[in-house]
């Protein structure tokens, strides 16, 4: 690993908009970079939207040759920056939720979601692989949502060489809209605190860099009995498990988070002594292997 500045973005990317969600990303990313930032990573989804409605699954697109993956490599090669970005994606007969990365050099991989959550079953297929995507600075792994609260998953790339696994969310909440900044302002605070439960273990256990985006606002509101909200928020954790940023715990509203990973900070607790990934049993593991009753 080396020293680089990642960007989070928390944006709306709405169901049924992929030209507009499209837009978006190329504004968040101009701004990234203007920021030096080295990596862009965007929600899960974010380019033909989240929201438990067949209108997920309709714009979906084929990688790497669909239209929205070759507007992001150009964009990629323009500003010389890495993009993360999530995507319905079509694979004919199937269709996936997919996180994918591309560069100044063109499409350098994906990850598909491997647990599908709620009604993400009747129109996703899920994911088999947990590739580690190697970046000039970073070697670089995801766990998409839900998926992160599956252990193994991150602890799967950690073995595999993953220096930093981003969390792309599109975390969803069923209740009414909060009418108030006040009641907003209390879902951010309970959505971070299960983050930080969340990912300041993915990191301290696998001694790696962990991050986490999500989609903001209403997703469905130009469709009929669909409760798709989101609250928002970005923040980042350090191999020991310590947030090293976080955006502000105010409102549901766009914005992006910037942080530094340092490869020193990375190297010093992977020399650890007593370092998790290095004293491991697998033999005694054996359990993990069962199939789900």
């Known amino acids: 690993m080396k020293d680089f500045r990642l960007a989070l973005v928390a944006h709306q990317s709405p169901l049924g908009k992929t030209a507009d969600n499209l837009d978006a990303v190329e504004t968040w990313t101009r701004k990234a970079a ?14 033909t939207g989240h929201g438990g409605h067949v209108s997920m699954i309709e714009p ?17 090669a323009e500003l010389n920056v890495y993009i993360s970005a999530g995507i319905a994606e079509r694979d004919h007969p199937h269709i996936y939720n997919t996180q994918f990365v591309v560069g100044p050099t063109g499409f350098l991989g994906k990850q598909r979601k491997i647990h599908l959550s709620r009604d993400e079953y009747f129109l996703f297929r ?3 692989d947990l590739p580690v995507i190697e970046l000039p600075f970073v070697k670089l792994g995801t766990v998409i949502c839900f998926d992160n609260h599956i252990l193994e998953l991150a602890r799967c790339l950690a073995l ?18 909060p009418r108030t900044p006040a009641a907003r302002k209390r879902v951010v605070q309970k959505l971070k605190r299960e983050w930080n439960l969340v990912q300041a273990c993915r990191a301290y256990d696998n001694a790696c860099y962990t991050a986490a985006c ?12 669909v ?14 498990g310590n947030i090293i940023g976080q955006t502000p715990t105010a ?10 990973l340092k490869a020193a900070a990375l ?27």
């Open 34 to 47: 203007r920021r030096g930032a080295h990596l862009v990573a965007l929600p899960e989804l974010n380019i």
């Open 60 to 76: 979906a697109q084929t990688l790497p040759d669909g239209p929205a993956c070759q507007r992001l490599i150009q964009l990629a």
């Open 126 to 128: 899920h994911g088999t």
């Open 160 to 177: 595999d060489g993953a220096e930093l696994i981003l969390a792309p969310h599109a975390g969803r909440f069923f209740s009414p809209y």
């Open 214 to 225: 999500n989609t903001v606002g209403r997703s469905a509101q130009s469709i009929k009995n």
């Open 227 to 240: 409760e798709a909200n989101h609250a928002g928020s970005a923040m980042a954790w350090d191999p020991l």
């Open 251 to 260: 409102d549901f509203r766009e914005q992006m988070l910037i942080v530094d």
């Open 267 to 293: 190297h010093k607790r992977r020399n650890d002594v007593c370092l998790p990934l290095r004293v491991r049993r697998p033999e005694v593991y054996t359990p993990l292997t069962r199939p789900t009753a």
